[in-house]
């Protein structure tokens, strides 16, 4: 049997982990190495509990506010856990960021390969 504090030290570890591998996940979003697509068609565990208003700012030129506008056009709430997204909202979502004017740098990160709009919001 364990101990009280060992148990917690096992959860601040755990915890730890999870936010050390949520942070490479943005690194690699912002830099191109990983495209918010593929999260979306597979959520890994460490980023179940992620919002999509969080994870939607995680794209370059997106902040709160831009990301709140795409939920509310998707009609998804911001505070849904990307586990929880079904693919019809996930499907919503990335058509939603696919169909407004956004950068190349969004549309990178997104994963779209076609040219959708020729300027930024």
Known sequence: MTTIKEQRMLALRKANAVRARRSRVKRDIASGRVSLAELL???????????VG???????????????????????????????????????????IESRSIGAEMRRAVGSTEMVGAGID
């Open 41 to 51: 068609t597979d959520v890994p565990d460490y980023l179940a509990t992620v919002t």
């Open 54 to 96: 969080e994870a939607l700012t995680w794209l370059p030129g997106v902040g709160r506010a831009k990301a709140a506008t795409i939920c509310r056009d998707a009609q998804v709430r911001p505070s849904l856990e990307l586990q929880r997204a079904g693919d019809f909202t996930r499907g919503k979502l990335l058509s939603m």
